[in-house]
C-alpha cells in the first residue's frame, strides 16, 4: 500500500500522509441501522410514488475517525446525512449515539443537535451577513455551554484558535464578507465546535472553495479528528480527496451502499464495478462540476430505481443474474465489503469492459 498523497490540484499536493490504522474497536460514536429514507412524489394522477433516496444503509461512525461517502451526483449522499443529523425523519431505521438508541422526544432531540453537528457545503450562506464572527460564536456557546458572560469572550477566541484562526482578535470582529471562503468555512467548523459535538457530518465542505485552500480545510478536518477526537462523515464527489483524509470510503450509487473499506484499501483495489468507474474519473479535484461517468448512459431514476442490482444497465460485466436479484454484500477484502454478483463463487465473471466504456 503506498501513503495517501494530497489530490492534485491542492496546495501541496506532495504533503506525504499519514496512514491512519484499522478501525478502533468499541463503540461507534454514531451508528446508522437500516437507514431508508423514501420521498413522496405527486406526479400528475399517478399517486404513492416514490423517490427510493436512501435504501437500507447502515454505518458507523467510530470515534477519531473520518468516513468518507463517496457517489455521483444524487447519489444519496446528501440525504444520507440529513438523515444522521435528524433534519429529516428516516421512512424506516434507526439511529444510536455512543450505542444507545436516539429518543424521539424534543429533549433527546435537542440534546442529539449538540452532539451531530452539520457543516454545509456554501460557507457563503451558512453565515448570516449581518452578524460578526462574534455573535456566530457567541451564541451557540449560551445556549448549549451556558458560561459566565465574562467567559464567553475567551470561549469564542479559543474557538477561533482551534481553527487555526490565529490571532482570534484578528478575526472576531470581522464580518463574514470580510474573510475568505475559506476562513469562513473554518468558522462554520468552530460554531460547530461550540457545543462539543461527538459527530461532525461535513457534506461537501470544500467543494465550493477556491482549489488552493481546499487542503487547508480538509486538513483541519484532520487535526480535529485526532484533537477533538471527532467521528468525521465526510461527504464528496471526490474519490482521491476521500482516499486523502479518511480511513473509511463508503462508495453510493442510486441511493445505496455498493462498496465499503478501508480508504487505501478501496482505491487500490476496488472490488465493485462502480468504484472501478469513479476511480477512472478521479483524481481530478480541479474539476468544479460534479463527476459524471460517461458511456455507459446516467444514473437511474430513484422513482422507478431498475431491479436486481441497480447499476446493472451502466455495468460493463452486468451478468443475467444482475437484473434478477439484488446482490447482498459480500467480502471483497479485509473490512472490505460490495454488493456485485461478481464476488459470488456461485456466479461467472461476464466479458471485459467494453474500449470507451471508462469515465470521462
Ligand atoms: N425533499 C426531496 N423530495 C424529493 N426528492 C428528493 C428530496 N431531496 C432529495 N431528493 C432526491 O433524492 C435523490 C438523492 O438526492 P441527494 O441530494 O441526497 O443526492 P446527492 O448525492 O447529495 O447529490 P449531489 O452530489 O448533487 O449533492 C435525488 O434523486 C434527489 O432528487
Ligand atoms: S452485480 Fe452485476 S451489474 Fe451489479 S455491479 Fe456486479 S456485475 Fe455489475
Ligand atoms: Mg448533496
Not at 440529513?82 to 425523519?89: E, K, P
Not at 482551534?162 to 475559506?182: M, N, Q, T, W
Not at 437511474?300 to 439484488?326: E, K, N, Y
Request: net charge positive; glycine share 6%.
Amino acid at each position: 500500500m503506498t501513503a495517501p498523497q494530497a489530490p492534485a490540484g491542492t496546495a501541496a499536493a506532495t504533503i506525504p500522509r499519514v496512514v491512519h490504522g484499522p478501525k478502533r474497536p468499541g463503540v461507534p460514536a454514531l451508528e446508522a441501522r437500516n437507514l431508508t429514507k423514501h420521498f413522496p412524489v405527486h406526479e400528475g394522477l399517478r399517486r404513492n410514488r416514490v423517490v427510493h433516496a436512501v435504501e437500507d444503509i447502515s454505518l458507523v461512525l467510530p470515534e477519531a475517525t473520518v468516513t468518507a461517502v463517496v457517489g455521483e451526483s444524487g447519489s444519496g449522499k446528501s440525504t444520507l446525512s440529513r438523515l444522521l443529523t435528524q433534519l429529516i425523519t428516516p421512512t424506516s431505521g434507526e439511529l444510536l449515539l455512543d450505542g444507545e438508541p436516539v429518543g424521539r422526544s424534543a429533549r433527546a432531540r435537542r440534546a442529539y443537535t449538540s452532539q451531530v453537528h452539520l457543516v454545509l457545503q456554501d460557507p457563503f450562506s451558512s453565515l448570516n451577513a449581518v452578524h460578526r464572527i462574534r455573535y456566530h460564536l457567541e451564541r451557540p456557546l449560551k445556549l448549549h455551554r451556558k458560561p459566565a458572560k465574562a467567559e464567553l469572550d475567551a470561549l469564542a477566541k479559543e474557538l477561533l484558535e482551534k481553527v487555526s484562526l490565529s490571532p482570534a482578535d484578528r478575526y472576531i470582529d470581522k464580518f463574514p464578507h470580510e474573510l475568505s471562503g475559506g476562513q469562513r468555512q473554518r468558522v462554520a467548523v468552530a460554531r460547530g465546535l461550540a457545543v462539543r459535538p461527538r459527530v461532525l457530518l461535513a457534506d461537501e465542505p470544500v467543494s465550493m472553495l477556491d482549489v488552493s485552500i481546499r487542503l487547508g480545510v480538509l486538513n483541519l478536518l484532520d487535526e480535529l479528528r485526532e484533537r477533538e477526537r471527532l467521528a468525521i462523515l465526510y461527504v464528496t464527489h471526490d474519490i482521491a480527496s476521500a482516499r486523502y483524509l479518511a480511513d473509511t470510503v463508503v462508495v453510493m450509487y442510486a441511493g445505496e451502499v455498493v462498496e465499503s473499506g478501508p480508504a487505501v484499501q478501496i482505491t487500490d483495489a476496488p472490488a465493485h464495478p462502480y468504484t472501478q468507474l469513479l476511480l477512472s474519473a478521479a483524481p481530478d479535484p480541479d474539476r468544479d462540476r460534479p463527476v459524471v461517468l460517461r458511456g455507459r448512459g446516467a444514473p437511474p431514476s430513484l422513482i422507478d430505481p431498475p431491479s436486481g442490482c441497480r447499476f446493472h444497465p451502466r455495468c460493463p460485466l452486468a451478468m443475467p443474474v444482475c437484473s434478477q436479484t439484488a446482490p447482498p454484500a459480500l467480502p471483497a477484502g479485509p473490512d472490505q465489503v460490495a454488493s456485485c454478483w461478481l464476488l459470488s463463487p456461485d456466479h461467472r465473471p461476464g466479458p471485459r469492459p467494453a474500449e470507451g466504456a471508462a469515465a470521462e
